[in-house]
């Protein structure tokens, strides 16, 4: 299976910024789609961000402040995020799909999340 490590969840101020980095590891055979979600309290989890069969998609609340990029060579994901509000307060996870391989069943479908890293904006 493919297994997605999320990094770089801190507590900032509002205005600050941070990266937040998401590697994926497995027996990756391609990635369709990789991006970032997040979960407020007491709130639906959200799309902020995702990368899909070459095109880029933001969440309207984050464009124009936040960024996502891609290290093919390293199947990780980045989320540069820069004038951070506290209403971006949230946990931060990592979704990819695509395809891995298994010695057994070949080529097979992978929708994998992380555990999440915290980002807190204190105002």
């Known amino acids: 299976q493919v297994q997605l490590v999320e990094s770089g969840g801190d507590l900032v101020q509002a205005g600050g910024s941070l990266r937040l980095s998401c590697a994926a590891s497995?027996?990756?055979?391609?990635?369709?789609?990789i991006g970032w979600y997040r979960q407020a309290p007491g709130k639906q989890r959200e799309l902020v961000a995702a990368?899909?069969?070459?095109?880029?998609n933001y969440a309207d609340s984050v464009k124009g402040r936040f960024t996502i990029s891609r290290d093919n060579t390293k199947n990780t994901v980045y989320l540069q995020m820069n004038s951070l509000k506290p209403e971006d307060t949230a946990i931060y996870y990592c979704?990819?799909?695509?395809?891995?391989?298994?010695?057994?069943?070949?080529?097979?479908?992978?929708?994998?999340w992380g555990q999440g890293t915290q980002v807190t904006v204190s105002s």
């Open positions: 497995g027996s990756i055979f391609s990635i369709k789609s």
């Open positions: 990368m899909i069969s070459g095109s880029t």
């Open positions: 979704n990819a799909k695509g395809r891995y391989s298994s010695t057994w069943y070949g080529l097979s479908d992978f929708d994998s």
